[in-house]
């Protein structure tokens, strides 16, 4: 089973996770499966499954297969796996501002108002 590092990454790269990142992550999320698909170029079976994974209709074995290739290659290829999960911790680092005990909210789409809280405490009460 893949280390949860690189799980996120390969959870990250599926077309569903990929639609609700923000710009600033999108782009770096670009750059790791550029890195991933520069690394798979001369393995077929596992630039296969990076295809499947960029697909919006994979399936969570299909993520699963995905991770456990990007796995083997980061323990195939010990500097390819610092250079993902260093350039994941770094995109993570950026695009995550709050604090251990802060929260980040982030709203894509449309609304005529849209209200983000942490810790209410008592009553609320919004018109």
Sequence with gaps: MPDPTIMAIATAVAGQTAQTLTAQATG?????VKRITRKFRDRPADLALLSNALDAQVSANEISQFADALQRAALDDPDFGRE???????MRAETNTATSDGLV??????????IQ????????TIN
């Excluded at 993902?84 to 770094?90: K, S």
């Design 84 to 90: 993902i999960t260093a350039f994941w911790t770094q």
């Design 117 to 124: 809280l942490r810790d209410v405490h008592g009553g609320l």
């Design 105 to 114: 909210n982030t709203f894509h789409g449309h609304a005529d108002k849209v």
């Design 28 to 32: 770096a999320l670009a750059e790791i």
